[in-house]
Every structure is written in structure tokens, then in C-alpha cells.
């Protein structure tokens, strides 16, 4: 425990959320660790996206959310503080469907940076460049910079989506079942670069796919009904789960 309490980056600690007089969240508590996947998996409905989104305040944006508990990143309550904007700077996200803007690639990753006011085109095409090389799509592009980036595939999009969180330079990226609308060679590209990302990202995914899970992710999160039923390493979780709903749920039998 005391090496994961030095590696947290994240600690969330007795956190329930509200949606109305519905409860979604009851006192989740764990530690997120630094530079590596935490996966979040459990059925439909179980509140792994609920509990994503409240990382960096995207709740906020819902009619009604009441939220109750700590969540600290990086020595800092999230929820204490009000600069929001500077939260989803450093806490990137990353959705199910490749969400571009209709516009040119560049711009979609130039996007970020020139709001917080980079207008220094050799500073932006050096982001945008070591964006994409990041999100491993730069050889793909690089000859197409200025074209739509809604003419790509949804593979590429993808890894398009994520050059522009990239470009903002954040700690932590949220990845709520970012491959579940692709097809199985552009998951696997999207996990190869999961798998390179997280030696310099904390990364916390939302999947569905148990696979995927045990594949790329270092710790995994078994959520039922809004409530964490066990949290270890993915290994454990898979091999040797403690509590038998984490059993039924990783070999199958609901879900
Ligand atoms: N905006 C909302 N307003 C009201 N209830 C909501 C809202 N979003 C989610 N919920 C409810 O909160 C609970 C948790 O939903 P959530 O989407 O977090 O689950 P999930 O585990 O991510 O599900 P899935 O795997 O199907 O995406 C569900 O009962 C859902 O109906």
C-alpha cells in the first residue's frame, strides 16, 4: 500500500454522485497511480463513465449533478478549485466516438493551443507535428495536413482525437471506450499506442471489453452498481479475483 500511496496521482476518497435524486456513485474510494492504465470495467449502467467523467468535472455540464467526497490530483481537491478550464487542460478525455471538428487535420490539433493563445505558426507546427508523432498517425498525415480531417477513417480519427489531447500537454488522459466503434485493426493501433502513451501518461479507460482490459491496462477497477466491488492489479483481477461478483462478471457469467 505505501508504494501505491507514493505513486498516486490521482486519489479519490468516499465519492458519491447524484444525478437528481438517482444515485449513481456510493463512496468509491481508490488511488490512482502514475504513468500507467487503469481500466474501469463492469456491466452496463454500473457508472464507470459517470465516475470517469467526474475526474475532470465533465459532470459539471449536467442539469442536477450533486457531488460528494474528495478527488485530489496531483496534491490539489479538483472540486475546491474553480479554475475548470485548467482541470480539462491537464486532465484530457478522449470519447467513444472520434469527435473532430469538421475542419483540417492541423487545425483540429492546432485547435487547443491556439485558445490558450499560441499564435506562433513555427510553435504550432511543432506541436502539431510531435502531437501526431505521439498519437503514432504522423506518418499517415503528414502529407494531408490541410485536408479535412472528417475524410480520414474512424481508426484514424481516433488516434487524430487523441493527438488533439496530446497537444495540450496534459498528465492524465481519460479514455471512455475509445475503440468501441472501431474495427479490430484500428483497436489494435489505438492499444499499441495506449501501451506507448502510458510511459508518459497516467491513462484511465472506460471498456467494455475484458480483453482490452487485461491487454493494455496495469490496475483494474471492477464496478457493480455504482459502488467498486474490487480494485488490483489487472492480473489479479483476471486470474485470481477475491470476491466472487468480480469472478462472475471477468469469466462471463452476467454482463
Ligand atoms: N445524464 C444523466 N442523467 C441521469 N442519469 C444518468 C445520466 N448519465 C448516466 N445516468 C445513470 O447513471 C447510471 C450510471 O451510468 P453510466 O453511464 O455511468 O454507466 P456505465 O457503466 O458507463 O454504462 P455503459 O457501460 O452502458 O456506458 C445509470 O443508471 C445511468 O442511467
Redo the contacts with the bound molecule.
Keep these: 500500500m505505501k508504494q501505491l500511496e507514493q505513486t498516486a496521482k490521482i486519489r479519490v476518497k468516499d465519492l458519491s454522485l447524484f ?1 437528481g435524486d ?1 444515485q ?1 456513485l456510493f463512496d468509491v474510494s481508490l488511488d490512482i497511480q502514475e504513468k500507467g492504465v487503469t481500466a474501469l470495467i ?1 456491466p ?7 465516475f470517469l467523467r467526474t475526474l475532470n468535472r465533465m459532470n459539471d455540464l ?1 442539469d442536477g449533478v450533486k457531488i460528494n467526497g474528495n478527488i485530489v490530483i496531483d496534491n490539489e481537491d479538483i472540486y475546491k478549485s474553480t479554475d475548470v478550464i485548467k482541470l480539462r487542460t491537464r486532465v484530457g478525455m478522449v470519447f467513444q466516438k472520434p469527435n473532430l471538428f469538421p475542419m483540417s487535420i492541423y487545425d483540429n490539433v492546432a485547435y487547443g493551443p491556439r485558445a490558450q493563445g499560441i499564435k506562433n505558426k513555427k510553435i504550432l507546427n511543432e506541436v502539431v507535428e510531435e502531437s501526431l508523432r505521439g498519437a503514432a498517425i504522423w506518418d499517415e498525415v503528414k502529407d494531408r495536413l490541410k485536408s479535412s480531417a472528417l475524410g480520414l477513417s474512424g481508426g484514424q480519427q481516433q488516434r487524430v482525437c487523441i493527438a488533439r489531447a496530446i497537444a495540450m500537454k496534459p498528465d492524465v488522459i481519460l479514455m471512455d471506450e475509445p475503440t468501441s466503434a472501431l474495427d479490430p485493426i484500428s483497436t489494435l493501433k489505438v492499444e499499441e499506442l495506449i501501451a506507448q502513451l502510458k510511459k508518459d501518461y497516467t491513462i484511465v479507460i ?1 471498456t ?1 471489453n475484458m480483453q482490452q482490459a487485461a491487454r493494455v491496462s496495469d490496475k483494474t477497477a471492477f ?1 457493480l452498481n ?1 459502488e467498486i466491488i474490487e480494485y488490483d492489479v489487472t492480473n489479479n483481477v483476471f486470474s485470481n479475483p477475491k470476491d466472487q461478483r468480480t469472478e462472475d462478471y471477468v469469466t462471463g457469467r452476467f454482463g
Excluded: D, E
Design positions: 444525478y438517482k449513481a463492469g452496463s449502467g454500473c457508472g464507470k463513465s459517470t449536467i472506460v467494455h464496478f455504482g
